[in-house]
Nanobody, 123 residues
Framework: QVQLVESGGDLVQPGGSLKLACAVSGLTSDHLRIGWFRQAPGKEREGVAC????????YYLDSVRGRFTISRDIDKKVVYLQMNSLKPEDTAVYYC????????????????WGQGTQVTVSS
């Protein structure tokens, strides 16, 4: 059974950086579709960054493109989200989840989610 555990959320000042980590266990293949999603209070959940390793495909939310980078450490079985130039509007609970489908302009989650990690951007 696949399990996802996020870490790295914190309080950071605007313009700062954070690196989130998602530890992945239970996979039977090195290939995966996985992504980061976030939900702010009173707002709908949105896909932030996703990747499909078999096709080498990536998706980024327009508002984070150029600031956030999703990556993967195969040996450590961890998926990262490097977040730079953080803005107050990036404040949300960030979740790691398996992905059902992704392309350049979409990323739809599947049914396995981590517990989430809080990111707060504030001075």
């Amino acid at each position: 059974q696949v399990q996802l555990v996020e870490s790295g959320g914190d309080l950071v000042q605007p313009g700062g950086s954070l690196k989130l980590a998602c530890a992945v266990s239970g996979l039977t293949s090195d290939h995966l579709r996985i992504g980061w999603f976030r939900q702010a209070p009173g707002k709908e959940r949105e896909g932030v960054a996703c990747l499909a390793t078999r096709l080498g495909s990536f998706y980024y939310l327009d508002s984070v493109r150029g600031r956030f980078t999703i990556s993967r450490d195969i040996d450590k079985k961890v998926v990262y989200l490097q977040m730079n130039s953080l803005k107050p509007e990036d404040t949300a609970v960030y979740y790691c989840a398996t992905v059902a489908s992704l392309g350049n302009y979409w990323c739809y989650p599947d049914n396995i989610w981590g517990q989430g990690t809080q990111v707060t951007v504030s001075s």
